[in-house]
T-cell receptor
C-alpha cells in the first residue's frame, strides 16, 4: 500500500497563476483533508471531504477550491495564486489502517509551494 | 468548537534526559488524542494515541497520559536520543461515525543535544 500520495513535491508559481495539487489514498478511507502548514502556526484545515461527493470549508478556505473526484482522490486548486499562499500543503485521509483499532489520520508527503 | 493548547513551543534537553510536552483541550466531546512526530521536511506521523477510557499508554520510551477531568494530556519521552529531535503535535477529536474534525496543537520543537 502506498498510503497517501501527493503531487507535485515542489512548485514555484508567479502571482496570479493557477495550479492543482493532487492527492490520492489507497486505504479505502471515507474522509480526506487538506491542510496548510506555516511556521509557528501548526496545521490549519483548508477543506475537508467527509465522503465521496461531499466537501466543506475548514478554517482557511479563501483562495482555494477542492474536488473529491472519487473515493481515492481529493484535489486542491489555487485559481489565482498569491504570495500569502506560500506554504507546505499536506493532504490526509482518516480511517483504519496498519493494524490500528481507531480511526486515525494519515498524511501525505506534502507539497512545498512558493508563490513569487 | 474545540481548542487545543500545547506547550512549550520549544524544548531543549540533553541526550538521555526526559522530555514532557503538555496539551489541554476544551471540548468534552473529544475522546481520542493522537500524537504526531514531524521530522524536518517530512510528513507528520502518528507515534502514539490514547482514548478517553484509558489513563495512560506506553510504547517503549514514549508514553501518553490523560486526565479527563482536567482536560489535560501529555507526552513523555524517556532516555531521549538525537533522533527524537523533531516537532511534536498533539491533537484532539471525537470518535464516531461520519466526519469528525481533528484539532491540532501548535506544535513543540524538541531538540535533543548530544
Amino acid at each position: 500500500n502506498a498510503g497517501v500520495t501527493q503531487t507535485p513535491k515542489f512548485q514555484v508559481l508567479k502571482t496570479g497563476q493557477s495550479m492543482t495539487l493532487q492527492c490520492a489514498q489507497d486505504m479505502n478511507h471515507n474522509s480526506m483533508y487538506w491542510y496548510r502548514q506555516d511556521p509557528g502556526m501548526g496545521l490549519r484545515l483548508i477543506y475537508y471531504s467527509a465522503s465521496e461527493g461531499t466537501t466543506d470549508k475548514g478554517e482557511v478556505p479563501n483562495g482555494y477550491n477542492v474536488s473529491r473526484l472519487n473515493k481515492r482522490e481529493f484535489s486542491l486548486r489555487l485559481e489565482s495564486a498569491a504570495p500569502s499562499q506560500t506554504s507546505v500543503y499536506f493532504c490526509a485521509s482518516r480511517g483504519l489502517a496498519g493494524g490500528q483499532s481507531t480511526d486515525t489520520q494519515y498524511f501525505g508527503p506534502g507539497t512545498r509551494l512558493t508563490v513569487l | 468548537g474545540e481548542n487545543v493548547e500545547q506547550h512549550p513551543s520549544t524544548l531543549s534537553v540533553q541526550e538521555g534526559d526526559s522530555a514532557v510536552i503538555k496539551c489541554t483541550y476544551s471540548d468534552s466531546a473529544s475522546n481520542y488524542f493522537p500524537w504526531y512526530k514531524q521530522e524536518l521536511g517530512k510528513r507528520p506521523q502518528l507515534i502514539i494515541d490514547i482514548r478517553s477510557n484509558v489513563g495512560e499508554k506506553k510504547d517503549q520510551r514514549i508514553a501518553v497520559t490523560l486526565n479527563k477531568t482536567a482536560k489535560h494530556f501529555s507526552l513523555h519521552i524517556t532516555e531521549t536520543q538525537p533522533e527524537d529531535s523533531a516537532v511534536y503535535f498533539c491533537a484532539a477529536t471525537p470518535l464516531g461515525g461520519g466526519y469528525q474534525k481533528v484539532t491540532f496543537g501548535i506544535g513543540t520543537k524538541l531538540q535533543v543535544i548530544p
